[in-house]
């Protein structure tokens, strides 16, 4: 059984960084593809980046350039860097996995509790 576990929101404001951890137990973390979402109330889940098992990345248009997604599976943590950090920004974000190597999926089967991201203006 896969269990996420999501690290390191927080408050912050405009133009400040924060960096996401999520710690994964279970076997073959190596093969998982990886992904954060993130969900204001009220409103649609939605995927802000992911990466395969080989590393290959996917990031949303509202936050290219701004944040980084990577993984180590040494440590059995994926991360997210987010820097230059908007007010639009705030929202829980969701740590997920997914047995699909190469990110072929649309659903995740693992999921985390989510940590909250506040950036006020």
């Known amino acids: 059984q896969v269990q996420l576990v999501e690290s390191g929101g927080g408050s912050v404001q405009a133009g400040g960084s924060l960096r996401l951890s999520c710690v994964v137990s279970g076997n073959n973390v190596r093969f998982l593809c990886m992904g954060w979402f993130r969900q204001i109330p009220g409103k649609e889940r939605e995927l802000v980046s992911r990466i395969s098992g080989p590393g290959g990345t996917y990031y949303a248009d509202s936050v290219k350039g701004r944040f980084t997604i990577s993984r180590d599976n040494a440590e059995k943590t994926a991360y997210m860097q987010m820097d230059s950090l908007k007010p639009e920004d705030t929202a829980i974000y969701y740590c997920?996995?997914?047995?699909?190597?190469?990110?072929?999926?649309?659903?995740?089967?693992?999921w985390g509790k989510g940590t909250q991201v506040t950036v006020s203006s």
């Open positions: 997920a996995a997914d047995p699909s190597f190469w990110c072929t999926s649309v659903e995740y089967k693992y």
